[in-house]
């Protein structure tokens, strides 16, 4: 009998932050209002474990957030922040200080993309930002910055 | 009842200095799903050992969800209540999870007999687990859901009647749900069970203009980012006129303000609330 609920408990949060229709009933203007809100306050989550790329942004990290990640369902600010960083990096818009960010993190974890970033097994090297991160022996050492 | 007396503030890392530094402090919530139970925040720890209670608060436990409590988050909020040997703990009457989904947000359940019985049972299932009395919080919600079939009084009375559990009385979520409803926030007060109070949140919020843009005016925002309110003081005010609570604080989650500010908000709260420092 629960079922039924649980179903319109998860139509509801799809409606939220999934991108999916407004289930029937509901004041569809207030869910617009939440869908925002929800959207800000993921932005904050995701500054505090990608401080440098969103503090790149300024005022404007919210909207880049919203512009990348509204109806896109939540999977935690560190992976939220690593699709959106990515996709900066990609459409070569992505600032200095948040390229070394992202080369950082990349260099100690492989991230698929699809599940949670894994810590690697075997050293790797990754460039960003006129940075380089070497990750040997469990440790990620930035081995040069822009002056070289 | 709870042990609980004066004020208090919310704990968090950003202004550790400030509330250790708080005079008349007479306890302090914690963030349950902040702490790790085998070494919690040393200034938590710190206020714990100078006699100040320390009252972990869930956000995440979702009692709310249809498909079930999350026992392992459960048993987390008991271990944090072992590890600070706190009188009590606190959690919302939301849900944040369900089917594999998660909001990262406090949504309301639909005030009906169904989601009353799911509230009851996953109540009681964390209360199997605790040690200690678990007090509830009715959350701001900028929505209802269609189909209800009590008001939020109602709903709570009887929640807080099938369990057993202690009301965490947040005003400033009465402001906002009443404010964003166009109802008398005093009224609401008059039909709340105010005899099941364990302490009272107090917190700031914002009305939101941009979102008039959009064709909803004058939405309010309970964002714990701003001041309180002088709204939200004076329904401090009106509540104790009609139940004297015996603990009341502030929550404050962000764009902290500086130390002389947030003390005098503390202060303010305490003065409104008529509130002596915390027998010991």
């Not at chain 2, 085998?38 to 969800?65: I, Q, T, Y």
């Not at chain 2, 639909?110 to 605790?130: E, H, M, S, W, Y």
Request: aromatic share 4%.
């Amino acid at each position: 009998m629960n079922d039924a609920f649980a179903a319109a408990q998860a139509a509801l949060v799809d409606s939220l932050v999934a991108g999916a229709a407004v289930p029937a009933g509901f004041d569809d203007v207030r869910l617009a209002t939440v869908r925002r809100a929800l959207l800000r306050k993921r932005s904050g989550e995701i500054a505090r474990t990608w401080p440098l790329l969103a503090a790149a942004h300024g005022h404007d990290w919210s909207a880049i957030v919203a512009a990348h990640l509204d109806g896109v369902a939540p999977k935690g600010s560190l992976r939220d922040g690593w699709d959106v960083a990515r996709a900066l990096r990609a459409a070569g818009t992505l600032p200095s200080p948040a390229a070394e960010e992202l080369a950082s993190r990349e260099a100690g974890r492989r991230y698929d993309g699809a599940s949670a970033p894994t810590r690697r097994r075997m050293p790797a090297v990754r460039r960003g930002g006129g940075a380089l991160f070497v990750y040997v022996g469990g440790r990620t050492l930035r081995l040069r910055g822009l002056a070289g | 009842m709870a042990d609980l007396y004066g004020t208090g503030v919310g704990w968090r890392p950003e202004i550790a200095g400030v509330v250790a530094d708080l005079p008349e402090l007479g306890f302090c919530e914690v963030i349950a799903e902040s702490v790790d139970p085998a070494a919690p925040p040393r200034g938590v720890v710190e206020l714990r050992d100078r006699g100040v209670p320390v009252v972990p608060h869930g956000v995440r436990l979702s009692l709310g969800s249809a498909d079930g409590l999350d026992r392992d988050r459960a048993e987390h909020l008991a271990a944090c209540a072992a590890a600070l040997g706190a009188p009590l703990v606190s959690e919302h009457v939301s849900f944040t999870r369900v089917a594999g989904r998660d909001a990262g947000h406090l949504l309301p359940v639909p005030r009906t007999r169904q989601a009353l019985d799911v509230l009851v049972a996953n109540v009681t299932a964390t209360q199997g687990l605790l040690d200690v009395p678990l007090a509830l919080e009715p959350i701001a919600a900028l929505f209802d859901w269609p189909g209800e079939e009590f008001t939020e009084a109602e709903f709570l009375t009887r929640l807080l009647d099938r369990t057993g559990a202690l009301l965490l009385l947040d005003v400033a979520n009465v402001h906002a749900n009443a404010l964003n409803r166009g109802a008398d926030p005093r009224a609401v007060l008059d039909a709340l069970p105010l005899d099941r109070v364990a302490y009272v949140h107090v917190a700031g919020g914002s009305e939101h203009a941009g979102d008039a843009a959009h064709g909803d005016p004058g939405v309010y925002h309970d964002t714990h980012t701003d001041a309180v309110p002088a709204e939200v003081l004076a329904l401090l005010e009106e509540l104790c006129d009609r139940s004297r609570p015996r603990a009341v604080m502030l929550e404050r989650d962000g764009h902290y303000p500086p130390a002389a500010e947030l003390a005098d908000e503390f202060t303010t709260i305490a003065r409104t609330a008529r509130l002596a420092r915390a027998p010991r």
